[in-house]
């Protein structure tokens, strides 16, 4: 998110969270503080391997939340970014996934994580940290015995409300949603969110 206008837009839909992207690579890179953040949203600041220094750095200036990592790092890179961070900024760690065992990745960060980011392993291994666009096989989910709870990402779009709502798992908190939300790269469409969103918190029954 980097234009002003739809920032308040999304903020005003609905979202609990909204993400900015500081990974240069992307085309949803955010070089400047946007002329305004969200106040009742919480701040996510997306990463790719960067330095600690500049992680720190982007939390300051934009007042993040939570951190999300998005690359290869590794555990004890997480544990010393943990100890420098205040006390009330979390870390997400997406792990890749694309079979069972590589839930067993996810527990090599337990204790210095927050949240947990699934996300679909297949162009991630080749080195795209953009998003997958694509889905995976989310009953690898109900092999999951961690105490953190975890997101999931993916190619979910507007059409999965239904799906996402009939996830009965004791650790899953939400959705990150991106490209499929978008009407061009970091543009989201507020009304395909508002929708969502609405589907998603409805009734079951209904």
């Known amino acids: 998110m980097r234009n002003a206008d739809n920032i308040r837009a999304v903020e005003q839909a609905g979202a609990d969270w909204m993400g900015f992207i500081f990974h240069p690579r ?8 946007p002329t305004y953040l969200p ?8 990463f790719v391997d960067d330095a600690q ?17 998005h690359g290869n790092e590794s555990p004890a890179f997480v544990r010393q970014l943990h100890n420098r961070l205040s006390p009330d900024v979390q870390i997400i760690k997406m792990i ?16 210095d994580v927050a949240y947990f980011l699934f996300e679909t392993k297949k162009r991630l291994a080749a080195g795209y940290y953009g998003g997958s ?5 989310w009953q690898l989910l109900e092999a999951y015995q961690l105490p953190n709870p975890f997101l999931i990402t993916g190619g979910i779009g507007p ?14 908190a939400g959705v990150d949603i991106n490209s499929r939300f978008e009407t061009t ?3 989201k469409d507020v009304t395909a969110i508002k929708t969502f969103i609405k589907e998603l918190t409805q009734n079951p029954q209904q």
């Open 26 to 33: 992307s085309p949803r890179y955010v070089p400047s503080i």
């Open 39 to 46: 106040k009742r949203c919480k701040r996510v600041g997306v």
């Open 53 to 69: 220094s500049t992680i720190l750095q982007k939390v300051q200036d934009f007042g993040l939340h939570l951190v999300q990592l």
């Open 96 to 111: 890749p996934l694309a079979c069972e065992q590589d839930l067993q990745k996810a527990g090599t960060y337990v204790g």
């Open 133 to 137: 666009g694509q889905q995976f096989d």
């Open 159 to 172: 059409d999965d409300a239904v799906r996402v709502r009939q996830l009965h798992l004791p650790k899953f």
């Open 185 to 187: 790269p970091a543009l």
